[in-house]
């Protein structure tokens, strides 16, 4: 397009801002803007734009979210990068408890040693009768059986004391891993489920009793708890805030639980995860799932379950099913950041970051969210921790005004990442929805220059 104007320079100055409104957002780190002043120091603030990951196109792997490993089956698709690792069927009670007092923990070690090497976590859920299952060890021989059948007889002594024997022996050895994620509370029902089909049932106080257990004996993990019978779950729901839920056939029309119709059940993945299963059905529909894992805010799905595999689905069912993966827990992005051009060395910096979580949840453990200076080498010469709370970072985007002072450092232009790490250092850095990602884990965003 030409531009004829009787004052050339005036055209040319509104083509000019024409290109500069109607512009791309620019790679990571590079300014989209420098317009704004900081009235405090007079001194003109640069904004920096990222770029994205769009959910549809990629999935960003982190711990308690997306997928879990199921009963060891490989990733579907092919390739798709799972950390976790979930027992849910694999630890019989009497497997692991033979005689009363002598435990074979060898189980947990698997579990914890392939979600080592998967960069994950690992959870489990312990089994006291399970009914079809492969092995017949699930009830110890500790535990009285229910007259003429074999169910255990819940609500005897021997079942509630030694259920709590065998929480205390494995939170002492388990609760300061960090390897290990979550406890599924499990214990009583069928495949540690909380419901039974026969039999008489547990009490509401035993029911109390062997909840309780896994709570005290695992204070600083996630515990999680079968949303399937509700007078229990809302019973669990009420003894402590960090008690998440469990449903079981995500992509049936009620999901086999009563989490679609419980309001109270609806509001605690605010403070505490919901982990689901695939249901094996054939009426299983992965795009009803990928809609319940953003209407019940789920955190996890499995890798496995389905009674249609992968390589099988029609390409609707495979959109799903991805769409479900992808969406499942936090997703978080760096939008934008805006800081001074220069500051002097002695003072604060002040920046203003857009954030951004387009999954379904919000993490639930400790990470410190560091801003990091690098010099012209790509050397690191400063870190603080911000003070910005991912947890509180429910779906949908925030903007947070932040300030770090940096020990003195000499004068120069520094590139500016930020980088979300474990407080323990057993996780990698988070993964976020950013291009970018830098070998340190950290991600570009921008850089400042100090002077004096």
């Not at 960090?242 to 009563?258: A, I, K, P, Q, W």
Request: glycine share 8%; aromatic share 10%; charged share 20%.
């Amino acid at each position: 397009m030409q531009f004829r104007s009787i004052v050339p320079a005036l055209a040319l100055a509104l083509a000019i801002a024409a290109l500069v409104f109607w512009a791309p957002a620019p790679p990571v780190g590079d300014p989209a803007s420098a317009s704004a002043t900081d009235k405090k120091s007079n001194n003109r603030l640069v904004t920096f734009r990222t770029r994205a990951i769009p959910a549809a196109s990629s999935e960003v792997p982190n711990s308690l979210r997306g997928q879990y490993s199921w009963l060891g089956q490989e990733p579907q698709p092919t390739g798709w990068p799972i950390t976790d690792v979930y027992y849910r069927d694999q630890v019989p009670w009497g497997r692991i408890e033979p005689a009363v007092g002598a435990f074979d923990l060898d189980w947990f070690e698997a579990g914890l040693e392939a979600a080592e090497r998967a960069g994950g976590r690992f959870g489990f859920r312990v089994l006291t009768y399970c009914p079809g299952c492969w092995f017949d060890d699930a009830t110890p021989p500790s535990v009285p059986l229910q007259p003429g059948t074999e169910i255990p007889d819940w609500n005897s002594e021997a079942f509630l004391s030694g259920w709590e024997r065998l929480m205390n022996e494995l939170g002492n050895r388990y609760d300061n891993d960090p390897r290990m994620g979550w406890v599924d509370v499990g214990g009583y029902g069928s495949w540690g489920e909380w419901h039974v089909s026969s039999g008489r049932e547990i009490s509401d106080a035993n029911a109390a009793r062997v909840i309780r257990a896994v709570l005290e004996a695992f204070p600083s993990k996630h515990v999680v708890i079968n949303a399937m019978t509700p007078r229990f779950a809302l019973a669990a729901l009420k003894m402590s805030p960090r008690m998440g839920l469990r449903v079981d056939c995500l992509g049936e029309y009620n999901m086999f639980s009563t989490l679609p119709t419980s309001p109270e059940m609806q509001q605690r993945w605010r403070t505490a995860p919901v982990l689901s299963e695939w249901c094996g059905t054939l009426s299983t529909s992965t795009t009803l799932g990928a809609k319940q894992v953003r209407d019940f805010h789920i955190s996890q799905t499995s890798s496995g379950n389905l009674e249609v595999p992968y390589t099988q689905m029609t390409v609707e069912q495979q959109r799903g099913y991805t769409d479900a993966a992808r969406s499942a827990g936090y997703r978080y992005a760096v939008r934008k950041v805006v800081v001074p051009r220069r500051i002097e060395r002695d003072d604060k910096v002040q920046l203003v970051t857009r954030w951004v979580n387009a999954g379904s949840a919000p993490t639930y453990d400790e990470w410190d969210v560091e801003l990091r200076l690098h010099d012209a080498s790509d050397r690191r010469v400063a870190v603080r921790t911000l003070d910005l709370d991912l947890g509180k970072l429910l779906p949908g985007g925030e903007t947070y005004r932040l300030s770090a002072r940096f020990p003195k450092v000499r004068s120069g232009t520094y590139s500016i990442s930020l980088a979300v790490t474990d407080p323990v250092g057993y996780l990698a850095p988070m993964s976020l929805a950013n291009h970018g990602r830098r070998a340190d884990g950290s991600y570009r965003v921008g850089s400042m220059r100090i002077v004096g």
